[in-house]
């Protein structure tokens, strides 16, 4: 059974560890959200890869991203499956971050106002220093801002439903 | 070497069976191939070329001997639903090559007794969808919702997909769904991944399709007539490196590349068979194959368009995925066969398309919403 957050209502599922991506996930448990580059051009490259197809020359290099950026897509998900099939409703999303990628995350809350466009975010979502899932929250007055401790990590709080 | 015109479709096959829990996977492609092949007018002995997906139990090794096949030509393409539908190309450039003259292609699952999907093998993105709880239903909402967003388009627009592909499979006794459903009843069925209702989604069915293709050569000894295959194409549309664009899918390059080796444009396509996982994946695919701008499926369809026998594009005239058989939470081989039917003049009368010469046919396998393999085939009919 995959674990569930008690502070977001959402599972848990640990990394594939096996994949040049790992850093990204040991980095997200610190609280960073980290991206690759294309050393030679500067874009990114995401999912995070070794490589960059414009420049297959050059290198990437991993970069700390700045954590916002604004909803590009989002749906209310009403029947999850597999480890979200207890987890509903929920909302899957994609969000632009400011640096120029597109990822697909979770928008925590609802009923919030949410809407393509919004400015968002992100918090990391955790139940213990093993690993940390990065999903977004509205800015402004999102009720997990009152809750993010100085480091920008959730801490533990009361099972509640956000 | 060009495929066009070198091989014919002349044995098609749909399991008639929506809920097999009697039958193992295997059986049903062996009923489906049997069936094909029986319609060809041919036996396994002829067969020298064999297509299956990589989901076909113990994999194309093992179904040839379970079916008692010798292929020179084997292809197990898995671009999901989509699967077939590329695979009809690869073999039409296979019989044009000389490589082999009798090829099957065999389809068939059992989602809805048996597993509902094997899992999937973890690709290098796996944690950075699985972790958010990605699926099909959600996945192709997401598209629904940039969709609508951009260009305006309306769940009434969507639900006119179903409506159409719903007033087709009243007329389907094999169908899963087979009655009416108005525009109200969809948008009041509960939401599944907002915008898409339950009434947007697919139905989930067990069975499995077959069909039979062969060379000119051995077409001319045959009784029964065929279907001349004219264009092929295929295509991967992905995320781009954190650059999806949700608004349009691989179509927008097998379309046009499958016209013009075929040939033939717009106003030449008499009926269609589109791939409809789900109502928006029909008015996506139809932009971006042409009939309509971009941005304008929703305003396309909403007019009756798709609905058979009158409409400007008749389309899945079976009641598609959205309302017959989705076998194996894979449309594309069914699609396939309805368009045979349409080229023979075989549908069901109330949906049989007057004087339907050349058909289209687009598969969408995998997500709107992540990654996908577009294929596009033109079909025409044989006495044409």
Same mark, same amino acid.
């Given at each position: ?70 909803v590009y897509s989002y749906t209310t998900v009403y029947r999850g499956e ?6 509903s409703p929920f909302i899957l999303a994609y969000v ?6 597109r990822?697909m995350?979770?928008i ?6 949410l809407a393509v466009g919004s ?44 | ?72 030509? !084997?292809? *197990?393409? $898995? ?8 695979? &009809?190309?690869?073999?039409? @450039? /296979?019989? =044009? ?35 958010y709880g990605h699926s099909n239903p959600s996945s192709y909402a997401l598209a629904a919702r940039r969709h609508m967003h951009e260009f305006g388009t309306t769940s009434a627009q969507l639900a006119e997909v179903k409506a159409a592909a ?17 525009i109200?009843?969809i948008l009041e069925s509960p939401l599944i991944a907002d915008p898409l209702h339950r009434l947007d989604c697919c ?9 039979? !293709?062969? *060379?000119? $050569? ?8 065929? &279907?001349?295959?004219?264009? @092929? /194409?295929? =295509?991967?549309k992905?995320t781009?490196?954190?650059?999806i664009d949700l608004t349009h899918t691989g179509a927008v ?21 589109i791939y409809d996982s789900f109502t928006i994946t029909v008015v996506q695919t139809l932009e971006d194959?042409?009939?309509c701008?971009k941005g304008k499926g929703g305003w396309f369809v909403a007019?009756?368009?798709l ?13 598609g995925s959205l ?8 449309g ?32 969408t396998?995998g997500w709107l919403g992540t990654r996908m393999?577009s ?10």
């Amino acid at each position: 059974m995959t674990e569930v957050s008690e502070l977001t209502g959402l599972p848990l599922v640990p990394p594939n560890m096996d994949e040049y991506a790992a850093y990204f996930w040991s980095e997200a448990a610190k609280g960073k959200l980290m991206l690759t580059r294309c050393a030679e051009g500067g874009e990114v490259v995401w999912v995070p890869r070794p490589f960059c197809p414009a420049h297959p020359e050059s290198e990437t290099r991993w970069a700390e991203a700045s954590g916002r950026g604004s909803v590009y897509s989002y749906t209310t998900v009403y029947r999850g499956e597999g480890a979200f099939a207890d987890s509903s409703p929920f909302i899957l999303a994609y969000v632009d971050l400011v640096e120029g990628c597109r990822i697909m995350t979770n928008i925590l809350g609802l009923d919030n106002g949410l809407a393509v466009g919004s400015a968002v975010h992100v918090v990391f979502d955790r139940s213990s220093a093993d690993f940390a899932i990065p999903r977004f929250a509205l800015d402004l007055s999102s009720p997990l801002d009152r809750q993010r401790g100085e480091s920008g990590i959730l801490a533990r709080g009361p099972a509640h439903r956000i | 070497m060009s495929p066009k015109g070198a091989a014919f479709i002349v044995g098609a096959f749909e399991h008639p069976g929506r809920n097999l829990p009697d039958r193992s996977v295997a059986q049903i492609h062996a009923e489906v191939a049997m069936g094909a092949l029986a319609d060809a007018g041919l036996t396994p002995a002829d067969v020298d070329g064999y297509c299956c997906s990589g989901d076909a139990p113990g994999g194309i090794v093992a179904m040839s001997e379970y079916l008692g096949l010798n292929p020179r030509f !084997m292809d *197990s393409t $898995d671009i999901g639903g989509s699967s077939y539908i590329a695979q &009809v190309g690869h073999a039409a @450039a /296979a019989i =044009a090559a000389g490589q082999c003259s009798v090829v099957l292609i065999t389809m068939g699952g059992r989602p809805r007794t048996g597993q509902r999907r094997k899992p999937a093998a973890e690709g290098p993105f796996v944690s950075f969808e699985a972790s958010y709880g990605h699926s099909n239903p959600s996945s192709y909402a997401l598209a629904a919702r940039r969709h609508m967003h951009e260009f305006g388009t309306t769940s009434a627009q969507l639900a006119e997909v179903k409506a159409a592909a719903a007033s087709h499979a009243q007329h389907n006794p094999d169908a899963t769904l087979k009655r009416a459903v108005t525009i109200d009843e969809i948008l009041e069925s509960p939401l599944i991944a907002d915008p898409l209702h339950r009434l947007d989604c697919c139905v989930i069915t067990d069975g499995g399709g077959a069909i039979v !293709m062969v *060379s000119p $050569d051995v077409q001319r000894t045959l009784s029964r007539s065929g &279907v001349r295959v004219l264009g @092929a /194409a295929e =295509a991967v549309k992905h995320t781009a490196f954190g650059h999806i664009d949700l608004t349009h899918t691989g179509a927008v390059y097998t379309g046009h590349a499958a016209m013009e080796q075929a040939g033939v444009s717009h106003r030449d396509i008499g009926y269609a068979s589109i791939y409809d996982s789900f109502t928006i994946t029909v008015v996506q695919t139809l932009e971006d194959l042409g009939f309509c701008d971009k941005g304008k499926g929703g305003w396309f369809v909403a007019d009756g368009a798709l609905r058979a026998p009158h409409g400007r594009l008749p389309f899945n005239t079976d009641g598609g995925s959205l309302c017959n058989n989705h076998p194996a939470n894979r449309g594309g081989m069914i699609r396939i066969i309805e368009a045979v039917r349409q080229l023979r003049h075989e549908a069901r009368p109330q949906v049989q398309v007057p004087d339907c010469r050349i058909a289209l046919v687009h598969g969408t396998g995998g997500w709107l919403g992540t990654r996908m393999g577009s294929a596009t085939l033109i079909l025409e009919a044989q006495d044409a």
